[in-house]
């Protein structure tokens, strides 16, 4: 498709500056093509250290396609790299369909490692999850993170694989908690430190959001109509020189629903309640059709309504590898100085 290979070199030129400041950063994990904005919108060419990610979300490739990402990516980073290739359109989408069309080498499936500000972290081309094992959108807020955390106690919520809390660490916090519903994403997360040895020692916490956060923010946690709840660890009331709220866009348990749309502030209040006097609360929302401004307000009004003054509203805006023709990207990031 003349098309696609003119749209994915045009992308890789855009880039050209870009790469080199990451790779002179310690950073070899970015996105290389953003479809969506850059001309094949449910296609997207990511790397991972050793590992080259293709994921299509609308279609499946063509194996010339394929092939030419990988020769034009190869190409333009002068090395080559190991392919994985997603085609998610179905379900059971990260298994392979069509071993005519492309099947990945073993080696491609093995464990790697990749880089970024200068740390380590756990590369897994297949997994039982759906999605890559860090978010490369985050990568400017994991940044700030590392550069803001020193002799700071960190929270960090709906961690994930742990990166935030990683970059913590490697920032000098004094405390670094990862809080997160899957065991899964948490065994990723401490690999992770393993694969930091010279760092400090995280701590862990598999719990859901809302039995966890509201015990933290000394309030009460209530059944849902009278049904018993289910176990959960039981945690001491105290407040964070900073917390980090990056929720999934939707999902529902019996402690509560988390839906970015409709009612961010239950989210968002315990959050407020666990960030100390003087502290920040970074608070994200990847939500596309939710509009920042509309969002900005809606955040710096429920903290007014707890009496929690915001000194200071910044803006964390992705990188250029994740383009917006709008100015108005998905991911939206803002920390509340309090």
Known sequence: ?????????????????????????????????????????????DRYG??????????????DDLHSIVGSV????GQPLLL???????????????????????AALEDMVSREWGLNYRVRGRHAGQDPLLFLDLRNARGWVKA??????????????????????????????????AQG???????????????PTMQFIQSDYFPAI??????????????????????????????FLDPPAWAKSAFGTVDLLRDYQSLLKPALLATAEGGTLVCCNNLAKVEMSDWRAQVLRCAEKLGRQVQDCQVIVPAPDFPSQDAKPPLKTLILHL
């Not at 030129?13 to 953003?34: I, K, M, P, S, W």
């Not at 961690?159 to 908690?177: F, K, Q, R």
Request: hydrophobic share 40%; net charge negative.
């Open 84 to 106: 994985v290739y997603n085609d998610r359109s179905k379900s059971n989408s990260r298994i392979d369909r069509d071993p005519t069309l492309f099947q990945a080498e073993d």
């Open 74 to 77: 190869e190409a333009c980073l």
């Open 148 to 181: 803001n955390s020193a002799g700071k106690a960190v929270l960090n919520l709906f961690a994930y694989t742990c990166g935030v809390g990683l970059c913590a660490a490697a920032g000098g916090a004094s405390e670094v908690i990862n809080l997160d519903f």
């Open 1 to 45: 498709m003349p098309s696609l290979d003119q749209a994915l070199r045009a992308a890789l030129a855009a880039r050209e500056n870009l790469l080199a400041v990451l790779h002179a950063q310690g950073t070899d994990c970015y996105r290389l093509f953003h479809g969506s904005q850059e001309g094949a919108p449910g296609l997207t060419v």
């Open 185 to 199: 994403n948490l065994a990723v997360g401490q690999e992770n430190g393993a694969l930091n040895p010279e760092l």
């Open 214 to 243: 509201r015990q933290l923010a000394d309030l009460p946690i209530s059944s849902r109509r009278g049904q018993k709840l289910p176990s959960y660890p039981r945690l001491q009331p105290r407040q964070f020189e900073l917390v």
């Open 50 to 63: 050793p590992q080259l990610l293709v994921q299509s979300f609308h279609q499946p490739l063509e194996a």
